[in-house]
């Protein structure tokens, strides 16, 4: 038998129980929307969702009343849910995602930060030769055009001995 004093305290453990699932929820939503994954992904994640929500009920289970199943525990996560979402479900994803905004942001800016000594070095390299490209241009158009110079000179020669010859 069972005490009043137990089955309070089963009663509001899993009562957290719906509380840490409802968290678990929140988590997967996030998750869903920052990946957006497509049909086969889709029902990786569901599956997975609802194996670590099975995990959740039942390890809840098991420290509160040895894995006993009784009404009040289905009512207890049901309440944990329910109050999870109206109190707290907002405020929980709001923090979340302030986090993960954060965090992508001191990403993005230790990125940065690691890469710049490498954006100098290539600048450093890359402006002289640029600088060297413009200048010398010109005179690189002039050479190539030097170069096949002969070649273009042959092969004008031919079409006008071929063109000369044609017409007598």
């Avoid at 940065?112 to 490498?118: E, F, K, R, S």
Wanted: hydrophobic share 50%.
């Amino acid at each position: 038998m069972i005490s009043t004093y137990q089955e309070a305290y089963i009663l509001l453990v899993t009562i957290y129980g719906g509380i840490l699932i409802g968290f678990i929820y929140d988590l997967y939503k996030i998750f869903r929307g920052i990946f957006n994954p497509k049909k086969i992904a889709t029902l990786i994640q569901d599956f997975l969702f609802w194996l670590i929500i099975s995990i959740v009920a039942f390890y809840v289970l098991i420290i509160s009343n040895q894995g006993a199943l009784r009404f009040y525990n289905f009512l207890g996560f049901l309440i944990g849910a329910i109050i999870y979402s109206f109190l707290l479900s907002d405020i929980v994803i709001r923090a979340v995602i302030f986090i993960l905004r954060t965090m992508k942001k001191f990403i993005v800016d230790l990125y940065h930060i690691i890469t710049y000594p490498l954006r100098v070095g290539l600048c450093l390299i890359a402006v002289p030769c640029s600088y060297c490209k413009t200048k010398t241009k010109p005179i690189y158009y002039k050479t190539k055009r030097y170069v096949k110079l002969p070649s273009r000179m042959l092969e004008e020669t031919k079409k006008s001995l071929t063109n000369y010859f044609k017409k007598k």
